[in-house]
């Protein structure tokens, strides 16, 4: 089974960076993507931005195109999101999940929450 532990978040002012982590363990590791998820308050969870595990192509909302970077160090079974010229509105929960084969996201973390100030 496939623990997920994410880390990094915090408070920071708009425009602002954060650099958030989740590190993948169990006793063998594999799978098919990494995404970052997020939820606000009273929203839905939204897809923020996902990478294959092998390959390491990307996908990101459009909300967060060209502000957040996605990447992955398979060596540390680690999955980033480096978030840059922050905003009120990427207020949220932020959670990591792993999809083993393609079909879903299956696992998740705990999640580490993000505010953004104006």
């Known amino acids: 089974q496939v623990q997920l532990v994410e880390s990094g978040g915090g408070l920071v002012q708009a425009g602002g960076s954060l650099r958030l982590s989740c590190a993948a363990s169990?006793?063998?590791?594999?799978?098919?993507?990494m995404g970052w998820f997020r939820q606000a308050v009273g929203k839905g969870r939204e897809l923020v931005a996902q990478?294959?595990?092998?390959?390491?192509?990307?996908h990101y909302a459009d909300s967060v195109k060209g502000r957040f970077t996605i990447s992955r160090d398979k060596t540390k079974n680690t999955v980033y999101l480096q978030m840059d010229s922050l905003k009120p509105e990427d207020t949220a929960m932020y959670y990591c999940?792993?999809?083993?084969?393609?079909?879903?996201?299956?696992?998740w973390g705990q999640g580490t929450q993000v505010t953004v100030s104006s």
């Open positions: 990478i294959s595990w092998l390959a390491g192509y990307t």
């Open positions: 169990g006793r063998t590791f594999s799978t098919y993507a």
């Open positions: 999940a792993s999809d083993p084969t393609g079909a879903e996201f299956d696992a």
